[in-house]
Each structure stands twice: as structure tokens, then as C-alpha cells.
T-cell receptor, first 112, second 116 residues
Framework: RKEVEQDPGPFNVPEGATVAFNCTYSNSASQSFFWYRQDCRKEPKLLMS???SGNEDGRFTAQLNRASQYISLLIRDSKLSDSATYLC?????????????FGAGTRLAVHP | GAGVSQSPSNKVTEKGKDVELRCDPI?????LYWYRQSLGQGLEFLIYFQGNSAPDKSGLPSDRFSAERTGGSVSTLTIQRTQQEDSAVYLC??????????????FGQGTRLTVV
């Protein structure tokens, strides 16, 4: 089982749609969770951190389910500019290392 | 500088030559990562440095790849006897730690390596 798993997509949605991505992680000791966004030919950038109580930033909502070991990202009222790859990031504690593991990403394409 | 800096931004090299890629992390960040990314693909983990601990080299694809981090700051990724399949964007990221856990990682803009 991969340490961090995401549906690669692509998710093709019309403008204004609501879309949700899930990400599962294998290490129950993980403490830090993030969603990153990567545009084509650009480096990944932090979209939002994910907190235990869930958090919202405008049209974006992130949630953490520790019992089932997954995090989610909900995008409401999708815009064309939301088209990108969304990366789930989790810290993994293994073999004496505490490091961030990036998922392979979920591609989102928003069309008019 | 305020962010992660990588150099060169682009590198074209002939097959069989050695190349060195440099990463200047954010000051104070103890963790440093190297990834590579081929066009249309996800991030491929290469190596991870954490403070003075031995690096996690589990992602290095072959013994032609090596990396150093001097003085806990600047890192150099070296690829010896480059092959065409080494062509990719090489990304460096750094992050810190707090009692609450690992902080977010910040990426440099990457080095686009082309082996001809």
C-alpha cells in the first residue's frame, strides 16, 4: 500500500460545480496534513493546511478523518482558474525519519 | 533570499557528462527534499535531509545520483554519466519543525535538465 494515495483523475467539471477529492494515508502517527496545488510547468504551492477540526478558506474546505485515515478537499463554485493538479501531503514517521510525503496528485479540469 | 533558490534554472548537457544542481533552502529550515518530475507525471522522491541525521536516500534511482548538504544549509545534487532518461525538472523543497509537527514545504522553481 502506498503511503499516500489519491485518485489521479482527471476530474472534468463545469464552472460553478462542486468537486471533492479524497486522499488516504497509511501512517496512523501522521500529524501534519496539507493540500498543495501545482499548475502546469510550475512548482507545487501550498493551498491550505488541514486541521483536525476542519478548516475553510473561501471556496475551499479541508477535512481530516483520523479514524479512517483520510483527508478531503472540497471546492465549491469551481472557476476556470481552479484547473490544476491538487497534491495531498502527509508527514510520515518511519525508519527514524519524520518527513513529508506527496501524493501523486489529482488533476482537475474546469470547463466553461 | 526569502524563498528556496535553485540553480541553474535550465541545464542542457550531453549524454555521459556529469551535472551538479544546487539548492539554497529557506534559512532555518532543517529539512530539505529533492524530487524530480517528468512532464505530466507526479513528483518522484529522491532524497531527504533532516538536520544532522543521515539522509534518507531511498528514492535515488541509481548510484549515478548523489547529494550532499553542507553545513545543514545548501545542498547539491550530482548526476554522473547522465542519460537521456535523466531529463526532467529537479525540484528542491525545504521545511521546518514545530512541537505541533512538520511545517509546510516550500519549493524552489526547479532546474529543468535536458540530456541530449
Amino acid at each position: 500500500r502506498k503511503e499516500v494515495e489519491q485518485d489521479p483523475g482527471p476530474f472534468n467539471v463545469p464552472e460553478g460545480a462542486t468537486v471533492a477529492f479524497n486522499c488516504t494515508y497509511s501512517n496512523s502517527a501522521s500529524q501534519s496534513f496539507f493540500w498543495y496545488r501545482q499548475d502546469c510547468r510550475k512548482e507545487p504551492k501550498l493551498l491550505m493546511s488541514v486541521y483536525s477540526s476542519g478548516n475553510e478558506d473561501g471556496r475551499f474546505t479541508a477535512q481530516l478523518n483520523r479514524a479512517s485515515q483520510y483527508i478531503s478537499l472540497l471546492i465549491r463554485d469551481s472557476k476556470l482558474s481552479d484547473s490544476a493538479t491538487y497534491l495531498c501531503v502527509v508527514n510520515i514517521i518511519s525508519g527514524g525519519y519524520n518527513k513529508l510525503i506527496f501524493g501523486a496528485g489529482t488533476r482537475l479540469a474546469v470547463h466553461p | 533570499g526569502a524563498g528556496v533558490s535553485q540553480s541553474p534554472s535550465n541545464k542542457v548537457t550531453e549524454k555521459g557528462k556529469d551535472v551538479e544542481l544546487r539548492c539554497d533552502p529557506i534559512s532555518g529550515h532543517t529539512a530539505l527534499y529533492w524530487y524530480r518530475q517528468s512532464l505530466g507525471q507526479g513528483l518522484e522522491f529522491l532524497i531527504y535531509f533532516q538536520g544532522n541525521s543521515a539522509p534518507d536516500k531511498s528514492g535515488l534511482p541509481s548510484d549515478r545520483f548523489s547529494a550532499e548538504r553542507t553545513g545543514g544549509s545548501v545542498s547539491t545534487l550530482t548526476i554522473q554519466r547522465t542519460q537521456q532518461e535523466d531529463s526532467a525538472v529537479y525540484l528542491c523543497a525545504s521545511s521546518g519543525f514545530t512541537p505541533a509537527g512538520t511545517t509546510e514545504a516550500f519549493f524552489g522553481q526547479g532546474t529543468r535538465l535536458t540530456v541530449v
